[in-house]
């Protein structure tokens, strides 16, 4: 497979691992952030996986091509918002080009003032602990300081394709 990186030594291709990852199937979160005029902000997300539970950490990881990146490390918290099967539509619209992403989706502000978005299977407000670079990416992880949950369908995402998953 042809090497398209930006650096020609590297040992698999963008491609390759692109391929290899796209059969690692996860589930599909939205996380969402309010900067200091309170105005929300949200993408998709599946970089999402928990880290500790005892302190209770999580992470996620964002292109650093985002030009949100700074309101990230400046909001002093995120929510990450786990999708049902019955919010493709809305993990779809938060990942396509510049659009009024909150204007047809209930949400309200968490008690740490952070957008949680209404029936998610569940969201986790966070705070954040540590800011890490990952390569093209940025790594930030939250520490979770409250939990809202509801039961449903997960919303999945495998070899490129949203789709839902149920055990
Ligand atoms: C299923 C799925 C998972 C995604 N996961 C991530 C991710 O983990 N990190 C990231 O930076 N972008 C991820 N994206 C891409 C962003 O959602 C997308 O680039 C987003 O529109 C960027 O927001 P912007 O248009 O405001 O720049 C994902 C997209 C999809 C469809």
Not at 72 to 88: C, D, K, P, T, Y
Not at 98 to 120: K, M, T, V
Not at 139 to 146: L, N, R, T, Y
Request: contains cysteine; proline residues 5%.
């Amino acid at each position: 497979m042809t090497n398209t990186s930006n650096f020609p030594n590297q040992p698999v291709s963008i491609a390759e691992l692109r391929d290899a990852m796209g059969c690692y199937l996860t589930g599909v979160t939205i996380v969402t952030v309010a900067g200091s005029n309170k105005t929300p902000y949200g993408l998709t997300v599946n970089s999402f996986n928990s880290v500790s539970l005892s302190p209770p950490l999580i992470l996620w990881s964002l292109d650093k091509r985002n030009d949100k990146l700074p309101l990230f490390s400046e909001a002093g918290g995120f929510a990450v918002n786990i999708m049902s099967a019955r919010q493709l539509a809305l993990c779809q619209k938060f990942a396509a080009a510049e659009n009024d992403r909150f204007a047809d989706c209930d949400w309200y502000f968490g008690p740490f003032g952070q957008p949680i978005l209404s029936n998610a299977l569940a969201s986790l407000e966070c705070k954040p602990w540590a800011e890490y670079d990952g390569g093209d990416h940025t790594i930030f992880v939250g520490e979770v300081m409250s939990i809202e949950q509801t039961d449903g369908k997960a919303a999945a995402f495998y070899k490129g394709k949203l789709g839902y998953y149920e055990i």
